[in-house]
């Protein structure tokens, strides 16, 4: 809160906000966006604010998790949807909400992390590609050091190590493996049904 904004709630509240800020914006997702000094922050339509103008932008609020991206010295994070910091501004960029494996993919020094519907970071940026999620094991692709894994969404845990140099998609509810020129097979779970040989 700014305790030095005085609003009377049976007044008009953008008018009384414009008194204390260079421009406030029609109101949007139950906020008025504030400006000063070419920096953004957040007032609840009672005029009470709950993100001091801090932010080189914010965008509209996140129809599927209701967070709020927030953008500072070119780097992102989000707000939740009271205009609370969930994740600081770090990542050099923030995908959308997969609404499939409940996850938002972040990039930063070329590297994906993910974070969950809250904004709260569940596994930092470690991995050099990361791919759809498979929709028959549930599971996503992931690339480390040029190696492959799978990481589950769900549990949020690595279930297979990135150590494959290649994990192919078979018909039969296997994942084919290759380790140099050894071959196995995982289960669609990410287990190891047969190791490389």
Known sequence: DDPTVKI????????????????????KDGFYKIKKNNLFGLATT??????????????????????????????????????????????DYVFSFDDESGLIKVQKNSKYGFLNSNGKQIVAP??????????????????????YGFFNPKTFKEVTPCIYSYIYSLDDGLYKVEIGNKTGFLNKDGSVFKKPE
Do not use: H, M, W
């Open 46 to 91: 009672k005029g009470v604010v709950v993100c001091k103008p801090t932010y080189d932008y914010i965008y509209s609020k996140d129809d599927d998790t209701g967070l709020i991206k927030v953008q500072k010295n070119s780097k992102y994070g989000f707000l939740n949807s009271n205009g609370k910091l969930v994740a600081a501004p770090q990542y």
């Open 126 to 147: 470690q991995y050099d590609y990361v791919f759809s999620l498979d929709d028959e094991s549930g599971l996503i692709k992931v690339q480390k050091n040029s190696n």
């Open 8 to 27: 009377d709630p049976s007044l008009d509240i953008r008018k009384q906000l414009a008194v204390y800020y260079d421009y406030v914006y029609s109101e």
